[in-house]
């Protein structure tokens, strides 16, 4: 059975927490409006949902097997967020302060994103809520 409801509500819920991860990295950008030298940050949600769903949350490596063999490693500087590298967002305006926020784009990209979320969290509800009906008769 938990099967079962793991094939129900596995691809919401891997959908919320790529979501909320997003929202992080979205509020950093809209706090970092005024910060010299910040460059807008995000991710490609696609690709992010595409590794959760997959539970390939981290980045592939290569398999090791010589002893001269050095690790990968992620280029120096670039973050993971939801199993992707966060990617910077391209600069619509120019600044003064080399800072490329645009907080139109910033608002609207994290209202888009918090309204989905929404949406996921209802979605999860009403299934939860059909569940618990068949379950009671």
């Known amino acids: 059975m938990?099967?079962?409801?793991?094939?129900?509500l596995g691809f919401h819920e891997a959908a919320l927490r790529v979501r909320s991860q997003r929202q992080q990295v979205l509020a950093s950008n809209i706090a970092n409006a005024?910060?010299?030298n910040y460059h807008a940050r995000d991710i490609d949600f696609k690709s992010a949902l595409k590794a959760a769903l997959e539970?390939?949350?981290h980045v592939n490596r290569l398999a090791l097997t010589d002893t001269e063999h050095k690790p990968e490693s992620v280029e120096e500087g670039q973050e993971l967020v939801a199993g992707v590298p966060l990617l910077y967002r391209k600069m619509h305006q120019g600044s003064v302060d080399n800072n490329t926020v645009d907080m139109d784009v910033e608002?609207?990209?994290f209202m888009?994103?918090?309204l989905r979320y929404e949406?996921?969290?209802s979605i999860i509800s009403n299934q939860i809520k059909n569940l618990l009906a068949v379950i009671q008769g």
Do not use: C, I, S
Request: no cysteine; aromatic share 0%.
């Open 55 to 57: 539970g390939t949350e």
């Open 119 to 121: 949406a996921g969290v």
């Open 2 to 8: 938990a099967g079962k409801l793991d094939e129900l």
């Open 107 to 109: 608002r609207n990209q």
């Open 34 to 36: 005024d910060t010299p």
């Open 112 to 114: 888009d994103n918090a």
